[in-house]
């Protein structure tokens, strides 16, 4: 059972949507015009539209055939990033410094193709809910439509979401229960030192000095306090300092991220940098000030969930195209809130492109769409099988 072919019949429809989508990027919680497309169709299709939620998330509701109470979610991500797209493909980008670079204009896509699919079809018995989520990158948008009651306006009793994947081929799926992929915290570290003439370093508390000290002692953490059988990143991605040549500047700022796969970890991480900074505070008479930020959560699958995945994947793409041994991410996805909140699991669909996400030179492979469009139908209908009559 390849893609379905009422899906296929219209996939040229999906691609000049997701073309259109892509030409026109929006950032987290400024998708205004990418909602309003996506109201728009929904409502053409006869499904039931709500929007506003997390700000401009927009849910659509609909109705099976059947009378069951059963009720499954199934989420798309909206927004761009900020950066500038490099390619010469007809539909880039039209606006500076937005690029859909991780390719979440094919997620918008792939769910509208569900949801016209599933409305023209209906077999399924049961309710489900398009989540079309904003913000996903780093802006917090699943938790923005969590505090506005999305399970408590829609509850659903699964939920599942999905991203391309430029590693993987088109037409292959990766889905494997348990911790898929890491939680981050972003983190500031302001270093006030005292500043003075360069030649005269011996009147500063010298901030410089003091953030490369502390930028070395951080990559500590990893090598010498987690256990060498769990994993967790340390990343010092800014040092901002000084604008002269002989000037020690006042104040040092560090900041980055970081990603692990278990909850200790990340409290271990977050503890050991406080003590650092502080001991450093002390040792060179300055006050450093720590500020981690917990991010995304670690995602992690539900069992039953993602092996129902998985036998659906094999129906649609093929058993030799579907992998489920385990392949952990440290790439953060906000989903992992909605998977805290309600059983569900989040699998990676592969396509032709093969320049990494978040690269310039992204390119989104339309041919995925109908295959991902497949694969959330088959889901809807194998989880809410209508009776046989
Ligand atoms: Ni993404």
């Given at each position: 059972?390849?893609?379905i072919?009422?899906?296929?019949s219209?996939?040229?429809?999906?691609?000049?949507?997701?073309r259109?989508?892509?030409?026109?990027?929006?950032i987290?919680f400024?998708?205004?015009r990418?909602s309003?497309?996506?109201?728009?169709?929904?409502?053409?299709?006869?499904?039931?539209?709500?929007?506003?939620?997390?700000?401009?998330?927009?849910?659509?509701?609909?109705k099976?055939?059947?009378?069951?109470?059963?009720?499954?979610?199934?989420?798309a991500?909206?927004?761009?990033?900020?950066?500038?797209?490099?390619?010469?493909?007809?539909?880039r980008?039209?606006?500076?410094?937005?690029?859909?670079?991780c390719?979440?204009?094919?997620h918008?896509?792939?769910?509208?193709?569900?949801?016209?699919?599933?409305a023209?079809t209906?077999?399924f018995?049961?309710?489900?809910?398009?989540?079309?989520?904003?913000?996903?990158?780093g802006?917090?948008?699943?938790?923005?439509?969590?505090?506005?009651?999305?399970f408590e306006?829609?509850?659903?009793?699964?939920?599942?979401?999905?991203?391309?994947d430029?590693?993987?081929?088109?037409?292959?799926?990766?889905?494997?229960?348990?911790?898929?992929?890491?939680?981050?915290?972003?983190?500031?570290?302001?270093?006030?030192?005292?500043?003075?003439?360069?030649a005269?370093p011996?009147?500063?508390?010298?901030?410089?000095?003091?953030?490369?000290?502390l930028?070395?002692?951080l990559?500590?953490?990893?090598?010498?306090?987690?256990?060498?059988?769990?994993?967790?990143?340390?990343?010092?991605?800014?040092i901002?300092?000084?604008?002269?040549?002989?000037?020690v500047?006042?104040?040092?700022?560090?900041?980055?991220?970081?990603?692990?796969?278990?909850?200790?970890?990340?409290?271990?991480?977050?503890?050991?940098?406080?003590?650092?900074?502080?001991?450093?505070a002390a040792?060179?008479?300055?006050?450093?000030?720590?500020?981690?930020?917990?991010?995304?959560?670690?995602?992690?699958?539900h069992e039953?969930?993602?092996?129902?995945?998985?036998?659906?994947?094999?129906?649609?793409?093929?058993?030799?195209?579907?992998?489920?041994?385990?392949r952990?991410?440290?790439?953060?996805?906000?989903?992992?809130?909605?998977?805290?909140?309600v059983?569900?699991?989040?699998?990676?669909?592969?396509?032709?492109?093969?320049v990494?996400?978040?690269?310039?030179?992204?390119?989104?492979?339309?041919?995925m769409?109908?295959?991902?469009?497949?694969?959330?139908?088959?889901?809807?209908?194998t989880?809410?099988p209508?009776?046989?009559?």
């Open positions: 059972m390849p893609n072919d009422l899906i296929d219209f996939a040229d429809d999906l691609t000049s949507i997701r259109d989508l892509h030409a026109h990027p929006e987290g400024e998708e205004h990418t309003g497309i996506v109201a728009e169709k929904l409502a053409q299709w006869g499904i039931e539209v709500h929007r506003g939620l997390g700000g401009t998330g927009v849910v659509g509701v609909l099976g055939k059947g009378d069951s109470g059963r009720r499954i979610g199934l989420r991500d909206m927004d761009a990033l900020p950066m500038e797209e490099h390619t010469n493909l007809s539909w980008s039209t606006v500076p410094g937005r690029f859909h670079g390719g979440h204009d094919g918008t896509t792939m769910l509208l193709g569900t949801a016209r699919y599933l023209q209906r077999n018995d049961g309710t489900v809910a398009f989540i079309f989520q904003p913000a996903e990158e802006l917090g948008g699943a938790r923005a439509m969590l505090k506005d009651g999305l306006k829609f509850p659903v009793d699964e939920v599942y979401g999905l991203h391309n430029p590693d993987l081929d088109l037409g292959q799926v990766s889905v494997f229960p348990g911790a898929s992929m890491a939680g981050a915290d972003f983190f500031d570290i302001t270093i006030k030192g005292y500043g003075s003439h360069g005269m011996h009147n500063a508390r010298d901030p410089v000095v003091i953030a490369m000290t930028g070395q002692a990559q500590t953490i990893v090598s010498r306090n987690v256990h060498p059988l769990k994993s967790a990143v340390l990343s010092i991605t800014q901002h300092a000084g604008a002269a040549y002989n000037v500047p006042g104040e040092a700022k560090l900041a980055g991220t970081v990603r692990a796969f278990d909850d200790g970890v990340r409290q271990l991480v977050r503890k050991r940098m406080r003590a650092i900074a502080a001991g450093m040792a060179f008479e300055v006050e450093i000030e720590v500020d981690i930020r917990d991010i995304f959560s670690v995602l992690v699958n039953e969930p993602a092996h129902a995945v998985a036998e659906v994947a094999r129906g649609v793409v093929g058993g030799d195209n579907v992998i489920t041994s385990p952990p991410r440290m790439g953060s996805e906000d989903f992992a809130d909605m998977l805290q909140a059983p569900g699991a989040y699998f990676w669909v592969g396509h032709g492109g093969s990494p996400l978040h690269n310039p030179g992204y390119i989104f492979d339309d041919k769409l109908p295959v991902g469009a497949s694969l959330f139908s088959r889901l809807i209908e989880r809410m209508l009776a046989q009559a």
